[in-house]
């Protein structure tokens, strides 16, 4: 069926530096797609969106790139901080779908002192 | 001030036991909806509400049963748990109206529901 996946588990970065966080998703019908952050203990937090007539946007220290070629969407959070350390979702959606989230399997960024 | 709530936090309950989480959400948001989230993180949606008429029901066993008493509430009834059931539940919410944030959702704390 449709998935939605990341690459990695988990990412250890220091900080102060860059953390890049990848998702690959198989729906090509998705036109929608959302990071959201989840801290220990909370549920998610929505981070950043992008529409699929997008192919770049940018938060406060948040960008997502979404390449619809290869059906990849990246989440690049600028000078990493220890509060930034949790689980990070993609998530894709058709708006036509009564906004219906289909959720990957998440990636851990752990910030190192 | 809380934007999405839910009760209890936590449960603790029996295998066969019937229980109910509750959700409330003071957003003024029309769609409601519940996840489950399993031990490995992973997020799956599994019902959702719009004006108290439900619109997504992902093929989960009918001891489910959600309930919308009016759009501010959506309920998860569970009957005869199953340890299997063991998870975190998120209630989230969602505007209707458009704008750029059209189709975010905004998630509550989570339910840790734990079968004996």
């Known amino acids: 069926g449709e998935s939605v996946g990341l690459h990695l588990p988990t990412l250890s970065v220091q900080e102060g530096d860059n953390s890049i966080i990848n998702c690959a998703y198989s729906?090509?019908?998705?036109?929608?797609f959302i990071w959201y952050k989840q801290e220990s203990g909370k549920g998610p937090q929505f981070i950043i969106d992008?529409?699929?007539?997008?192919d770049k946007r940018q938060g406060q220290r948040v960008t997502v790139l979404l390449n619809k070629t290869v059906k990849h969407l990246s989440l690049q959070i600028a000078a990493t901080q220890p509060g930034d350390s949790a689980v990070y979702f993609c998530?894709?959606?058709?708006?036509?779908?009564?906004?219906?989230?289909?959720f990957g399997t998440g990636t851990r960024l752990q910030v190192t002192l | 001030d809380t934007a999405v709530s839910q009760t209890p936090k936590y449960l603790v309950t029996q295998m066969g036991n019937d229980k109910s989480i509750k959700c409330e959400q003071n957003?003024?948001?029309?769609?409601m909806y519940w996840y489950k989230q399993d031990s490995k993180k992973f997020l799956k949606i599994m019902f959702s509400?719009?004006?108290?008429?439900?619109?997504i029901n992902e093929t989960v066993p009918n001891r489910f049963s959600p309930k919308s008493p009016d759009k501010a509430h959506l309920n998860l009834h569970i009957n005869s748990l199953e340890l299997g059931d063991s998870a975190v539940y998120f209630c989230?919410?969602?505007?209707?109206?458009?704008?750029?944030?059209?189709?975010?959702?905004?998630f509550g704390p989570g339910t840790r529901l734990t079968v004996l």
């Open positions: 992008i529409r699929s007539n997008m």
């Open positions: 729906n090509s019908a998705s036109d929608y």
């Open positions: 998530a894709e959606a058709n708006t036509g779908t009564a906004s219906k989230l289909t």
């Open positions: 989230a919410s969602r505007p209707t109206s458009g704008g750029s944030s059209y189709n975010e959702q905004f």
């Open positions: 957003l003024g948001h029309d769609t």
């Open positions: 509400y719009n004006n108290k008429e439900l619109i």
